[in-house]
């Protein structure tokens, strides 16, 4: 009857000797680095759709302009490692909450720390996909499985719950950046510049994903897969409305401010 306790006393004890590697943060830092990054890039690519040019503004495009670039494969299979070193790092603490936390964290806490874990690990799982030479464009699969999620009427609940969530979560995002509430995640103090970049780019990123979720709910509804094509879906329709062309380039500059965001995690965020 005893063993459960101390079985647990166990794991505690690994994942608090886990979290006190210096490597092991550095790596985990390096997640919020490469976050940046790719984020720089859809904010890019996003700006250059508003002049014509072609492209994917999600994850899957970013990752292939990364790859193309000189080398880009190396870079590609540094990502991979740093996605993972972040996600377990998520997973240490959904465990035993935040290292810099004085007391083990609230249940709300832990929770958000698991599905983040879940959420990078993806991104790792992406990444690894482009890094060995089978990746795929995220616009295509999320049609591919929204069309056989579409086939049954579980199947389309599914997708009204999955874009509700999404929606929610770029709801939270806005409200995070506009209530400064993404200070909580910084150590000490900092300057207005930190603060704007953080404002901007969590209410830009918000609006893409209540765009990318809302696309996924009109696509159940209308009875066309091929609008549920994710961020890059959202940032796209965002280009055929009236005057078009700004709010790409708004968009494209908001995302690659949150990226910029990213690199000031990579130094302060609290760990």
């Keep these: 009857m005893e063993r ?3 079985v647990n006393t166990t794991a505690t004890g690994a994942a608090e000797n886990v979290q006190n590697s210096d490597l092991f943060e550095k790596a985990a830092r390096a997640g919020h680095f490469v976050s940046g990054l790719l984020h720089i890039l859809i904010g890019y690519i996003a700006i250059r759709l508003a002049f014509g ?5 999600d994850q899957s495009g970013a990752l292939q302009e990364l ?5 880009g494969s190396i870079a590609l299979w540094i990502a991979v490692v740093a996605f993972v070193a972040l996600a377990l790092w998520r997973v240490m603490e959904a465990i035993v909450g935040k290292r810099s936390d004085e007391d083990a964290g609230s249940a709300m806490d832990r929770l ?8 990078y690990l993806a991104f790792a799982w992406s990444t690894f996909g482009f890094a060995s030479g089978s990746g795929k464009s995220s616009g295509q699969q999320n049609a591919g499985m929204t069309a056989q999620l579409m086939g049954n009427s579980f199947g ?4 009204i719950v999955v874009g509700l969530v999404v929606v929610g979560v770029g709801g939270y995002h806005v409200y995070k ?3 400064k509430n993404f200070l909580d995640d910084l150590e000490g103090s ?3 510049g930190i603060e704007g970049l953080g404002i901007a780019g969590y209410a830009a990123k918000g609006i893409a994903l209540i765009g990318a979720g809302a696309l996924v709910i009109v696509a159940v509804f209308t009875s066309d897969p091929s609008k549920a094509t994710g961020l890059d879906g959202a940032v796209k329709t965002l280009g055929s409305q009236p005057f078009g062309q700004i709010l790409l380039v708004l968009a494209g500059v908001g995302i690659a401010l949150y990226g910029l965001y990213a690199f000031v995690l990579a130094r302060y965020a609290r760990m």
Excluded: E
Aim: aromatic letters at 4%.
């Design 4 to 6: 459960g306790p101390a």
């Design 53 to 57: 040019q072609g492209g994917n503004a």
């Design 67 to 71: 790859g193309s670039k000189p080398g």
């Design 112 to 119: 958000k720390a698991g599905s983040l874990a879940v959420v």
């Design 156 to 159: 389309k609940f599914v997708l």
């Design 177 to 179: 950046g506009v209530s």
């Design 190 to 192: 900092h300057s207005k």
